[in-house]
């Protein structure tokens, strides 16, 4: 593994990173595979913390995690472990009484978690008329929001300002659309599917 | 993963403009579909959504501490045992400093026996004293008595335990050089006189060796007193208290005692009986106390006054005791006392004197009361009407003064009180004579007892002769 080294980290993945790390336990590869995602673990401690020192300490918090995390744990996807391990910390340093707060809950404007990866589908082409379909199923807002965000690849605020919407409602949409269409999607596959097969 | 290459990595500087607006439109577009699929970026968009400051700087100060960590990485694991170990050695210092201090209060506490045990050591050899040998007791006795003679101060010093237990058992006289061996007791008396100022303290010591140890003590005392039937055992009557306990055995010391002094030379070498106490109540015929009345054994002149409630109690070897009571206002009565308690003595008012001395009586009593006295002033526990009966009662009053002033003059004393009542710092503030103002502050040292109200307050006692 000599020849490795001679490489700059720089230019390693994600995956050679941690192996390595795994290996020589060298701290400096670690800082170089964090410094990559440190902008969005600060920006999820925003989020949870609302408070930039505190932001700042979570992200060294998390990094000390890592290092003994990385060495114990088989990991796959570092970023989306990451993001996990960010967010277990925020939640856990929440926990102590003082730190909660009362948040008017909307639900409709929550973000959805799911990990959708919509890419693939979307490009394939016999799912297009599946998602035409699909599309006219949607509730009127939602679909014109993904029409107007996916098919006419407009940006938040254009949206905003062509349906004078607020922006967190645009998002909403366009979330919950998502979703919609990837549930009407999975379900005509599966009838589709039911029908090659009958 | 090959994805991982494709995304576009968004760093928090795009974000950043992303808020501030400064994207394009497709800019934009851009990176909210990559929020759509990516919840980490997502969240990092919230999260710098509601910042609003300088986040790059943020950024930039992250990057400078992780360097610092991965570069120092091997400091840390240094760090934790230091901390704890820094925590072993406050909790051992703090117990090594609560141990030490532990011993130190022990060992002050301890120190405080010894001084207990010494009082009683000072006893036992005054006790073995008489069992010894006379001759050879009296002699070093005598010399040291003859020794001090000259000194009239500070007779405590006496080396001897044994004559400094008995001070408070001697009587004054004068000192009598040609007192040999029998005389060892009149020699102690004598020195009575320098003793004058330590009797409040002896008295005091002897108040609660007496209570323990009375006959022996007095059985001392009558040896060393070297007097035939005597004992120089005066009660003190603590004011407000009611010790008809044994009495404790103060010196009394006027020149009287020289000439009682005089009478008993071969008195040392009687050995009587154990001592005697006495016990009695002096009241009038109505059965009213008398306090503070003067009890005076008219054989060596050595007496005691009865306390507020008239009880007084003395002790002798003799077993009959013949004594004159007086108190002011009454006639004088002389009467035999019987060994033991229940001597009660009452005297009749004597109508014709009271009148004519009534106002001298009260020197004291009809004190000037400004407001800043009666506030810090000491007063006599038992009130300064009865106080003032006890200086009278009990006044003995030089010959010599009798002869050379006529119609009486006053001796004026000042002084404080201590903590435990005794009249302290005596000062005379106007004097008559010298004999006067010594038998002043006789009366005053040896009188009932005086309660303080201010730590520092002073009272003036006027006495008449």
Redesign the interface.
Known sequence: MSFLKNISPSSL???ELVDQYKETGD??L??EL???????????????F?D?EL??DG??QV?EELIGKLKKHEVG?F??W??QVA?NYCLMQLRTPKNLRTVEFKGELV?S?E?????GILEKEENFKRLEDCLGSLVAQQREAIRL??LE??????IVEITGQAWNQVRSF??NG?RNLKLCMEKNEALSIDRKAG | ?AS??NIH?????D?ERYQK?LLS?????EI??AA?????????????N??G?N?SA??V???E???E???E?KVIPFKMPNRSSFNWWKIAAILILVAGAGTLLYYVSFNNKPAGIAQEKNNTPLVQQPTAQDKVAAPAIADSAQAKKSNSSGLIEVDSVHYRVTDHAVASGEPRPDLNSKASGKAIESQSKSLRSDSITTAGISAPIADEKTPAVALSQKEESGKKDKVATINKPVAGENRDGYSANVLRETEYKKRASETAPGALYQRDAKAKIFRGKVTDLSNNPLPFANITNTRDDIGTYSDVQGNFSLVSPDSVLNVQVKSVGFSNRFLQLQNGPGNLVTLQEDRSLTARILDTVKRNTNRPKDGYMVLEEPEPVDGWVNYDVYLTNNLKAPDRLKTKISGGGEVEVSFEVSKDGEPTNIKIEKSLCDACDREAIRLIREGPKWKRKARKGRTVVKIGF
Do not use: W
């Open positions: 993945t994600d995956k701290l400096r670690l800082g964090y410094q990559r995602y440190m902008d969005l673990v600060y920006g999820v401690c925003l989020k949870y609302k930039q932001a700042k992200v060294m990094f996807n970023r989306g990451l993001h967010k973000q978690e990990n959708v990866h919509l890419n965000f996916y690849s407009k940006c938040y605020d254009e366009i979330q998502r | 993963m991982d290459s990595k968004f760093t928090a500087e974000i607006g439109s497709k800019e934009k577009h909210e579909k759509l699929e990516d919840p980490f970026l997502a969240d990092a968009m919230e999260g710098f509601g910042s400051v986040i943020d950024i100060e992250l990057k501490r992780l360097s960590k991965t570069e990485a």
